[in-house]
């Protein structure tokens, strides 16, 4: 069974950056399509980017893009999220995913427990 961790959050002020890692065990890293969500109190789950093993075209939701950069190291099964230019409205918690590519994310099985990262005004 595969496990995704979590780690790099925090507090932070708006216009800071913070740097989100992922950590993939098991055999799925490297066929496999890497996500980052977000969740906000009271929000529904977000894909904020993905990526897919080439790396090439990743896919960013709006507010994110130009200050958000999703990356892979598929040599150490890790992939990343830069967060820059960090606004109150990216308060959430984050969580790294994996999914089969084609398939429907809310059908994964592989999450990570999650990381808290506060923007604060």
């Known amino acids: 069974q595969a496990q995704l961790v979590e780690s790099g959050g925090g507090l932070v002020q708006a216009g800071g950056s913070l740097n989100l890692s992922c950590v993939v065990s098991g055999r799925i890293f490297s066929t496999y399509v890497m996500g980052w969500f977000r969740q906000a109190p009271g929000r529904e789950r977000e894909l904020v980017a993905a990526i897919g093993w080439s790396g090439d075209m990743p896919y960013y939701v709006n507010s994110v893009k130009g200050r958000f950069t999703i990356s892979r190291d598929n040599a150490k099964n890790a992939f990343y999220l830069r967060m820059n230019s960090l606004k109150p409205e990216d308060t959430a918690l984050y969580h790294c995913?994996?999914?089969?590519?084609?398939?429907?994310?809310?059908?994964?099985?592989?999450w990570g427990q999650g990381t808290q990262v506060t923007v604060s005004s």
């Open positions: 995913a994996a999914q089969y590519p084609g398939r429907s994310w809310a059908n994964s099985e592989y």
